[in-house]
């Protein structure tokens, strides 16, 4: 690829996008009438719905189900490009982005902008041990929910082919790490795996022995929840077969399981959900950071002392009535809004405005048939949480043709018990050795 | 894992099974109410309807449509039990299969058998080249279906981002090298991505404006098809707007695309349809192969010099009627049952019957609406015979949700031409540098 700017409708003012996640493309797209030009960046070509993320580790869904090509979710929008590209740094001084080369490229690539919108998400966080990634994966993208998927499958198949009975109990000990909404929405899935899926599947082993264990460093299940629905989630969880400790501190991950304080736990299997940290690149834009490495910016998102530069979603930090926003979808979806209405009110020299998140509520779902649902004055806990769930979770996704496909996946799972996409794909054949 | 034989219902007969396509599959079902105890082994844990593998390839159906868990299909016959297991050798005189260790284990595994099923299929071959596998990948198994989907769209992005002309030429550039069954589907599907699927979804680049080229070093398109019918299917491929050489030796294939004779083609992808060979586990046996590393089979389908052994499928040589059996899988289909039946016949002490194929047509799909369908004496081409084409296919897929979930999404696509599964997924970023 050449190097320097890519010529496009160079007459309006540029804005670029990082991150084609819920902050990016709800900023993309209300900027439709804006009188700019629009090039969103992201390191994958699809957006994705991250809350339904944990049903494609659990094999119930297709990566197709919860991910859409960002470019044909923008496709009618005439003033967006897409670009598939990795930032190397964010030049603010210089109003411009640096791109990774492409691997097909010799030089390197800078995009300028008029105005930047930060929505790059978040990544794992390890509490400082880089090193447990490899063993405990998380679960932020299609490919890390298809090495969970893999991981949680192959546990099973090594176990059929194991004669040595500890050996065996090893593999078919399943340990998750935070008890936030999705430790608790892949613990419920996993039993399910392991009670329901898998019943008539295997000759040697019995998968409803399987142990699942859900550890949380802190005193509560869900602990972003009030008391009533942190009690009901965890006693919910409790007689699916979930085995549920809270002060459970993981000192270790290594190859033979976890160690909580002192004791040992032997799994083959750690799935990591316990914390997230900013996307690194915020880092070169020289500003304070909060301990998880996201941007403390002004009240109207944007970062101190660049106008023009603007954090969306999990890269931003911001208090609203003395409490910080959480990192969930809604925030960015609306900060993503708010920050396009700043920047088209900039372009028509008007001040910008302070961001107002409405809250509308915080849910999770806890195995087959139940949810927890917290409207603030009104709570919920069931059945009745778990339809709200599900009619959520598909209104908001993007495209149609997802919630047709979803919603069909989902009600043969639901009568039959089983899941469909029970694929191991993927180079390696086995699991690490322990 | 421990060493030794696994034990299993060890009073009946054991009957294992290498390989769970059609061939092994067929064979397993057809023991199901033979006095035997069957173990089938796969390196993978999925059975793949491998006629629909190539629109993983191109985008328009999900692994989970076209591939199903052994263990899954197989769940309720009780004398069969499934292992994910990688066969190093077959110990034809010491009658037993060894095992790749799995990676949890300590010691050489091996399963003993009193009869022995080969069904591993074919790999693809590049004629002595085996370079050229990592630059042009085939299409066996879903990881190389979604190899072969990521270098597809990634060349679109990657042309999405380039200013140099000639390189992004290069990289809408698409080389299928093999005009058999295989070769002819994907080009049909590889246009029409380029002409219509991702019509809009490009502000820098005009997708339609994509090079397909079918290359073929023989003198025919469909080689195996009757006269008319090789026209015919030309003809349609090149009106959909694909170039078609015949008589086009590949010489090679290098990061800068291929060699025809001393014509250089630059691409960026180039997708591997010509050669198959064996699986090479076959050569254990020590028994003579033909030039694709097939074994020359007894008419019964049992290897020479070992009558408990059979052959099935693309690891089997045989001749009928004085002309080599197809690699096709209603011959590894009838095989396996065939060869089922010889093992229940030696368990009551009967000779073995010479199997006969019975060849009930052959088809392959053109793009969007078209087919061609060779039944002997009736030859059909076009919508009709694409309409037989949707309904055997779909007839055959094994397991009745695949058939509403492949139905579904080929109504969709079918209608609206947009292909829903264009993720990019797996971890390099971008293709190779040329």
Wanted: glycine share 8%.
């Amino acid at each position: 690829m050449g190097s320097g700017i890519i010529p496009y409708m160079s007459a309006l003012p540029h804005v670029v996008i990082l991150g084609g996640g819920f902050g990016g493309l709800f900023a993309a797209r209300a900027l439709k009438r804006a009188p700019v030009r629009v090039t969103l960046l992201d390191r994958h070509n699809y957006h994705l719905f991250q809350p339904l993320l944990y049903q494609v580790a659990t094999a119930a869904l297709s990566p197709g189900d919860v991910a859409s090509p960002i470019r044909w979710v923008l496709r009618r929008q005439r003033n967006v490009k897409v670009l598939l590209a990795d930032v190397h740094r964010i030049d603010a001084a210089g109003k411009r982005v640096v791109l990774n080369a492409a691997a097909t490229g010799d030089a390197e690539e800078a995009l300028s902008y008029d105005y930047l919108i930060v929505a790059t998400g978040a990544a794992h966080a390890y509490f400082g041990h880089a090193e447990w990634a490899a063993r405990a994966p998380g679960l932020k993208t299609l490919d890390d929910a298809l090495e969970m998927r893999r991981q949680v499958l192959l546990a099973f198949e090594a176990a059929e082919r194991e004669t040595d009975e500890a050996r065996r109990r090893r593999l078919l000990t399943f340990v998750l790490v935070g008890a936030g909404p999705t430790g608790v929405e892949l613990a419920g899935a996993l039993i399910e795996i392991a009670r329901q899926s898998l019943r008539q599947d295997f000759r040697s082993i019995k998968p409803e022995s399987a142990r699942i264990l859900l550890l949380e460093g802190g005193p509560h299940v869900l602990g972003a929840f009030p008391q009533a629905l942190r009690d009901k989630a965890r006693a919910a969880l409790e007689r699916l077969g979930v085995e549920v400790r809270t002060n459970a501190v993981v000192t270790v991950v290594d190859a033979d399981g976890v160690k909580v304080g002192d004791e040992r736990i032997a799994a083959q299997t750690v799935l990591w959900a316990a914390g997230v940290a900013a996307s690194p690149v915020v880092t070169s834009l020289g500003v304070p950071l909060d301990r998880a490495g996201r941007v403390l910016s002004e009240p109207t998102l944007a970062v101190p002392g660049y106008p023009d530069v603007y954090v969306v979603g999990d890269v931003c930090a911001l208090q609203q009535d003395g409490r910080w926003l959480p990192g969930v979808a809604q925030v960015a979806m609306q900060g993503g809004a708010h920050v396009a209405r700043n920047i088209t009110r900039a372009i028509r020299r008007e001040p910008p405005t302070p961001f107002r998140y409405r809250d509308y509520g915080n849910m999770a779902v806890i195995g087959r048939a139940a949810a927890v649902v917290d409207l603030g004055r009104i709570q919920i806990a069931g059945f009745l949480a778990w339809l709200m769930w599900v009619f959520l979770h598909v209104f908001w996704l993007i495209g149609f043709r997802n919630r047709v496909a979803v919603m069909s996946e989902w009600a043969w799972s639901y009568f039959t018990m089983q899941r469909r996409i029970r694929l191991i794909t993927g180079e390696r054949l086995w699991p690490k050795a322990g």
